[in-house]
């Protein structure tokens, strides 16, 4: 497969630890409710898995913000749930209620016929994958995605999201089965990985794993049944793509910001993502010496405050980093998804506020 | 005010850091609805604050779980939100839906009209610590509670719990009106160490402050809307009960592990409670030579377990902390409340785990 080349590649550069001229930034849901264009595209398509599975629409959607802001990377429109689906749970996307599996699985025998499905089923995101790529035009680099083991197995446990995050059932079934668990993630680890390596045969640049419930997890409970599942998903990724171009693989941990040091440890990945907790200069004291590249990570809330305000915390957020070297780099973004009231010119300011911003401190002594 | 001689002092000397026979243990939650004679008082009593608002219900329910279980303290029955009820918001609890309330603090005009209340409105408060402190006759020691003046304004502003924690409303308050945000604070800082210093007054021989949501607050942010509101209420406790003694002063707050370092810098109190996603061992390292005692930590769902299981992991959370020493020493708890489906058995195997492997502990060279 050919691709055209690539014009702005200042996000691949930052994954790999090596220096660039700015901090490159893009942004978890950069193409979501909060765009006007993406709420009419999603009228028109009817629902979340209509336009998923629709390779023109999620094409266009995943272009959108990138026609507003020049943002440094594009990423995926699809969602982690896709391969729980393609397994058999029964995906659908109730109006305001959030993901739901018909089938969720709870016990042995639920566990025990769950099998990594066949890729095939899935075609239509690496479909979609070599027609964003194509689309982008080597604007800049077309990031894949996919849940992590446990965080898959939350939504399949569970049924659903969990009211405040505490995650019951599926954390009491680890406390109560660890095997059983275990069986499942080990299911989930090798079809994430398999699903991911065919994205980047299809074209994707980077791929991320988001963790986005390791963070409910108990200390020790974290380093039982996520860390190893994602190791053990990392371990089996290509690590070149389509185009003989290295893949970087970025892992985000929500409120993981405790296990930094164990996950460089234990993952063979290239760049870390924390959330808005996480203080920037401390994480980047952490990871000194892993090579490893930090991406974040501010508050998606602050985007709600007045231009003047995002612009400032902005700042802030990359002069905790500091000024980035080879080996240390950053990579600017939200903390967690961008919020749906979010004005889109806000995120604007915050595009160029970060441009400018990390040109700025470059050039100081 | 004189009350009966305290026989198991175990829990207040480790709040002082002082060495003791076993590892005191008490549950956030340890009244609740986990217990089947607490479900039939609150149905009897119609509501939760039918039974908060009466002497003889909030005495009662406060003591049963020590007639089943050799916990080391008592926590008077009540709620956070009494507080900004007794400023006239109004507070309610629909079945199944958490707190509410009927005049939510959202605009300049509101916040400006807020003001410390009368503590005669809570008055019911400070009757059932009396209450409760002669009903225990010395058993364990009794500790009062409040909210922390930024866990109360989460709730103030968004006038009800937030699906999924994530506090848009309040914290874009926060972003956007910083100044409006630290006046909301200043009256609840005021309101909070009154309404303590009235529960010491009563017969409160500790003090806990509940940060249950700084954790949603960004770095940077949870030391401008946090810390320094805590740290006003701190300054202005007293520092000896009733009966002449010192009164411990402890802070939970859930999701903080990453700024522990900065609440014992800031925070003039002798207790830091952490939740289940922290290392206690890391933990105590951090808080090396401060003096603290911790409280801690087990994941409430590990409950939901078998009791060879709650067992191992009792063990598993009194051993990363380790050897307790004077000048750092542990209080046990769980990392958050007691889950209403954990069977009450499972509490009694847990602080009978504690006891017992805390002894073994001390044994060891």
């Known amino acids: 497969m050919t691709f055209p080349a690539l014009h702005n590649d200042t996000f691949l550069r930052a994954c790999l630890g090596q220096e660039t001229e700015h901090t490159p930034v893009w942004l978890m849901r950069q193409a979501g409710r909060y765009l006007p264009e993406y709420r009419a595209l999603r009228e028109k398509a009817g629902s979340f898995m209509a336009m998923a599975t629709n390779v023109e629409l999620a094409t266009e959607v995943t272009i959108q913000p990138l026609e507003r802001f020049p943002l440094d990377a594009a990423i995926l429109f699809s969602d982690i749930l896709t391969v729980p689906d393609a397994m058999g749970l029964g995906l659908s996307f109730a109006a305001g209620e959030g993901p739901r599996f018909a089938r969720p699985v709870q016990d042995e025998a639920a566990i025990a016929a769950l099998a990594v499905p066949d890729m095939d089923k899935l075609r239509y995101v690496f479909d979609a994958v070599t027609s964003i790529r194509r689309a982008l035009n ?28 505490a995650w019951e059932k599926v954390r009491a079934l680890a406390w109560s089965r660890p095997e059983l668990m ?9 079809a994430v990985a398999q699903y991911l390596n065919a994205q980047i045969d299809a074209g ?17 409970a974290f380093q039982r049944f996520s860390l190893p599942w994602t190791a053990r998903t990392l371990a089996q990724l ?9 893949v970087p693989r970025i892992v985000f941990t ?15 990945c290239d760049v870390l993502g924390v959330d808005w907790r996480v203080n920037l200069g401390t994480a980047r004291a952490t990871l000194q010496g892993s090579g490893r590249t930090l991406q974040g990570n501010m508050d998606p809330v602050a985007l709600l405050a007045p231009p003047e305000a995002i612009r400032a915390e902005a700042r802030r957020v ?28 806000h995120i604007a300011a915050l595009v160029d506020e970060v441009h400018s911003h990390s040109r700025a401190l470059r050039r100081q002594a």
């Open 138 to 165: 080597g604007r800049v680099p077309l990031i894949g995605f996919a849940g992590s083991p446990w965080t898959l197995a939350c939504y399949m446990v569970e049924g659903h999201g969990s009211k405040g995050g």
């Open 182 to 190: 275990e069986r499942l993630l080990t299911v989930n680890a090798d």
């Open 204 to 220: 994707a640049q980077a791929v991320m794993l988001f963790d986005s419930w390791g963070g409910a997890l108990a200390d020790g």
């Open 238 to 246: 290509k690590r070149t793509g389509a185009d003989g171009q290295t």
């Open 254 to 268: 929500r409120g993981g910001g405790l296990w930094l040091r164990d996950m460089a440890e234990r993952l063979q």
């Open 318 to 345: 990359l002069d905790s980093f500091g000024r980035p070297q080879a080996g240390s780099a950053h990579i600017f973004n939200l903390g967690h998804g961008v919020l749906q009231p979010t004005p889109p010119e």
